[in-house]
């Protein structure tokens, strides 16, 4: 028998799933985020920021001494690269207060793939930073980790959907999500409460923090919508959502009032596809978490450039 040849088995079949799987960015830091802040000389808007080694595009906004640039979001298309991200400057945060921000993304391919073959994500990919908040009592907290596979950022739809649902019998608490996503905030009272909490969210979870194009599939449907989920069950069109993003972001402020600025994922391939994933448009929601506040959104779009604009 040759053993050699045996050995070598497990790792093509390794390469071969490498080759699958996909597209990893970098994994996200919030004292970088804190620098990007420091060094953006733009006062207020939604910006692309490039890592040092992606060539120059006209249109550049601005350049940070380590040679990463930044562009405006302002309707003209942008080009798609996963090791970029996004970052969001809005008003002032009040000397000595902490902010935190809810992100969610929804992308759709670019609109020449052909609807059979489109990908449609089934997963959503999650993000908050492991840092110690006025509210968690000096220990930092915990969080995904950037692995591909183990404690991955992703979750499944249907975990999502359950952690979201406003019928808390269908809200299992104390899973990842629970433990890695969602946390405790002040809010500038006296208590702190969870983000997914009915104080927060007003009951609404799924209004609060979930999508507006689910993928077909009866058992996300159901949870999120109950018995009236065959009526609302969707058509697959161009509209199919190829990546779902949720993130929170913490804005802190020391001695003196500090912009509201932080950084949030490009969405990234989330499904086992040999073909090239090519994002067309990500729609994107901020909501400022807050007690008893209003859960209106801000909605913000990115559109990318596509193999016809290059």
Known sequence: ???ARLLRIPMIFATWLG????????????NDDQTVCTGLSATRGLFLLYPAH??????????????????????????????????MIGGKVLAGREEVWSVRTETIEEPRVDIGSRIEANTVKLWRPGIATECSGGKALLQFGGGRWLNSRRVSMREYAQNHADDISRNPLGTNIS???????????????????DAVTGGQRWKTYGFERLPDDMEVLRTVFGAD????????????????????????????????????SVPTQD?????TWQPYRTMIR???????????PMVRT??????SDR
């Open 271 to 275: 499904s086992l596809s040999f073909r």
């Open 54 to 87: 992606i060539a120059a595009t006209p249109g550049e906004a601005g350049r940070l001494g380590d040679g990463r640039r930044y562009y405006r979001v302002n309707g003209a298309a942008l080009t798609y690269h996963p090791e970029a991200r996004l970052f």
């Open 179 to 197: 433990d890695r996503l969602h946390l405790d905030l002040k809010d500038g009272g006296a208590d702190c409460v969870g983000s997914n909490s």
């Open 286 to 296: 901020l909501w400022r978490v807050s007690k008893n506040g209003d859960r209106t």
């Open 19 to 30: 080759a699958l799987a996909p597209a990893a960015a970098q994994v996200p830091s919030w």
């Open 229 to 264: 989920a065959e009526r609302r069950r969707q058509k697959k069109d161009a509209e199919t959502r190829g990546s779902y993003t949720t993130e929170f972001a913490i804005v802190s402020a020391g001695d003196g009032a500090a912009p509201a600025c932080f950084g949030f």
């Open 1 to 3: 028998m040759n053993f």
């Open 302 to 307: 990115v559109t990318w450039k596509t193999s």
